[in-house]
Nanobody, 124 residues
Framework: QVRLAESGGGSVQPGGSLRLSCAGS????????VGWFRQAPGKGREEVAR????????YYADSVKGRFTVSQNADRNIFYLQLTNLKADDTAMYFC?????????????????WGQGTQVTVSS
């Protein structure tokens, strides 16, 4: 059974950095697209970044472009989201996800496997 588990969140000041991890178990991830999403209080879940299967191609939402970076480990079972130059608007619960029955990139509307999330709080 595919499972994902995020870690690495925390509280930082504006301008700070964090590295989030998403550990995958129970399945093969080499061909899967992995998405990173966030959800702020009172708002819908939004995608911030994705790492396509094979690990080469990436996508970033305009709001995080140039500040967030996705990567993976050599075995492609741990995925990272490096957050830099954090802003108060980045405060949210962050999730990683893969599609449940396909390698295509997850969206907010597709049937996905989600991790439990990790909280990022940016405040002075």
């Amino acid at each position: 059974q595919v499972r994902l588990a995020e870690s690495g969140g925390g509280s930082v000041q504006p301008g700070g950095s964090l590295r989030l991890s998403c550990a995958g178990s129970g399945g093969g991830y080499r061909g899967k697209c992995v998405g990173w999403f966030r959800q702020a209080p009172g708002k819908g879940r939004e995608e911030v970044a994705r790492l396509y299967g094979g690990g080469g191609r990436t996508y970033y939402a305009d709001s995080v472009k140039g500040r967030f970076t996705v990567s993976q480990n050599a075995d492609r079972n741990i995925f990272y989201l490096q957050l830099t130059n954090l802003k108060a608007d980045d405060t949210a619960m962050y999730f990683c996800a893969v599609r449940e029955h396909a390698d295509h990139c997850p969206t907010t509307l597709s049937t996905n496997i989600w991790g439990q999330g990790t909280q990022v709080t940016v405040s002075s």
